[in-house]
């Protein structure tokens, strides 16, 4: 779905938030329900397309003393956290690391900070501080004149950002106009919606090397008061100018994460890697990489080509088309996207792939559970003495594998595709699939590659060879 940067005065755009209170969701409409605690809860968000290109950030490139970037990626029940260090002192904010938006965001003001319809998870478990400008020396509000507020309100027109803020024609046309840039609303796929301000302040990143730091002045992200389903900030990490990779100055590499499993949620002991640089894409032999689709009219954001799935060894059909290229109105593709939990796959097609597993599978139909969360296929599993921790990874349940374009042939670890939904009973436990269909006659991606398939895969950004890998190992073990 396209990004909407909706362009008003302050005081209407908190009053479109509050609108979009009484919209239901559409990307969340299959959302498992929160009182089944052992439950993946999707966080479906980013689809958010910046149509213009913009000059990279040479923040880094002129740097020889730097060359990768390297953070820890924790896991929680529905995506990925990075810890962003910004301001004078530094305020460590955590953050979804997100490859399906532009745009880097953080909770602003320790009161004033509104997550309207949030799920409780977030409000009873105080994930991550807010941001607080008035404690840091170096926090600015990014001018109206600057092209980053330009791409914020997605105007063509440098003048108009400026023109809202109240700037006199005259400071127009000499370009002295210093107004702070106008407040603005971005939003996200589901309806989710964030409202605030385009702040620049001091970013403080961390080198291959632990003890080597590297401060990055005039960092832009969104200083964000309130929101509707979003509780957490977000680092973009497409390829519009406001993402962090690109203010980085390293869009011309590229980056690479390996997502430790998400039986690891919370544990503060396993982090999965991120790697921003040279380094991401260097030594990659073991990967095997499918070219990344050219998309016309959303050029920020990363599609590969799904030719087939394979479901133990017995070849399914070849995918739809439409799965395995990219439209002159830039529609179909596969995106990539570790902001949304789990695979999505376009109708009819899905259907078919559920009536295909279900006719391999032999346990018995967990049809009150399936009703309860939303999930499309659960069975009820054997599961010896009671031992979740081993019946999490041990049964007899189909594999799958993908198939992209360039002959990638990936097969997908044992625990991506399946989860337990509940503690075990009566020796059997419930695992529901993570996957789910979508329509896409509406435009856009017909398949998302989710974060949950994602697991135990080191996946390569190579944007330089426009390429993306994929190498299945064991991630908590690269600790």
């Not at 840039?181 to 964030?194: I, K, Q, R, S």
């Not at 590499?253 to 982090?271: D, L, M, R, T, W």
């Not at 959303?298 to 990219?326: C, D, F, R, W």
Request: charged share 15%.
């Amino acid at each position: 779905m396209p990004q909407i940067i909706l362009s008003f005065s302050l005081s209407l755009i908190f009053l479109l938030a509050l609108t979009f209170c009484s919209v239901p969701s559409l990307a969340r409409l299959n959302n498992v329900r929160s009182n089944l605690s052992s439950l993946i809860i999707n966080l479906s968000r980013s689809r958010n397309v910046i149509s213009q290109n913009y000059a990279i950030s040479s923040s880094l490139q002129s740097d020889p003393l730097i060359f990768n970037v390297v953070e820890p990626l924790r896991a929680i029940r529905d995506g990925y956290l990075m810890s962003l260090n910004i301001g004078t002192p530094p305020q460590v904010i955590q953050v979804y690391m997100d490859t399906g938006s532009d745009l880097a965001w953080v909770p602003c003001g320790n009161l004033s900070f509104d997550c309207i319809e949030c799920d409780a998870y977030y409000r009873t478990n105080k994930l991550t501080n807010a941001f607080s400008p008035l404690y840091s020396s170096s926090s600015l509000r990014v001018s109206c004149g600057s092209s980053f507020c330009t791409q914020i309100h997605n105007s063509d027109n440098p003048y108009d950002p400026c023109i809202m803020a109240g700037c006199p024609l005259i400071t127009l046309l000499k370009g002295t106009c210093s107004r702070p840039c106008p407040g603005f609303a971005y939003t996200y796929g589901g309806d989710a919606v964030v409202v605030g301000t385009l702040t620049s302040d001091l970013l403080r990143i961390h080198s291959s090397s632990p003890s080597t730091t590297k401060d990055i002045e005039r960092f832009r992200f969104g200083c964000i008061g309130s929101t509707y389903k979003e509780p957490l900030g977000i680092a973009g990490f497409g390829r519009g100018s406001l993402s962090l990779p690109s203010q980085l100055g390293f869009l011309q590499k590229g980056f690479s994460h390996c997502f430790v499993s998400f039986k690891f949620a919370s544990n503060p002991n396993i982090s999965s890697p991120l790697i921003i640089g040279e380094m991401a894409i260097s030594s990659k032999e073991t990967s095997k990489f499918t070219s990344l689709l050219t998309n016309p009219t959303y050029p920020n954001y990363y599609y590969i080509g799904l030719e087939a799935i394979t479901i133990s060894n017995m070849t399914l059909k070849k995918v739809p088309s439409k799965l395995q290229e990219i439209d002159s109105k830039g529609n179909g593709g596969m995106m990539i996207d570790s902001g949304t939990t789990y695979t999505h796959l376009s109708e009819p097609f899905y259907s078919e792939f559920l009536s295909e597993l279900d006719s391999m599978i032999l346990y018995p139909r967990a049809t009150k559970l399936e009703k309860q969360s939303g999930f499309d296929l659960c069975y009820e599993v054997p599961c010896p003495n009671n031992n979740r921790s081993f019946c999490m990874e041990n049964d007899d349940l189909p594999s799958i594998t993908f198939h992209f374009v360039d002959d990638v042939r990936l097969v997908l670890p044992k625990g991506n595709n399946f989860y337990a939904i509940s503690p075990p009973s009566n020796f059997s436990v419930v695992k529901c699939l993570l996957y789910q269909g979508v329509d896409d006659e509406i435009g856009g991606p017909s398949a998302i590659f989710g974060s949950f398939q994602q697991q135990n895969i080191e996946v390569v950004y190579d944007l330089e060879n426009e390429r993306i890998g994929f190498n299945p190992m064991d991630c908590a073990a690269t600790q």
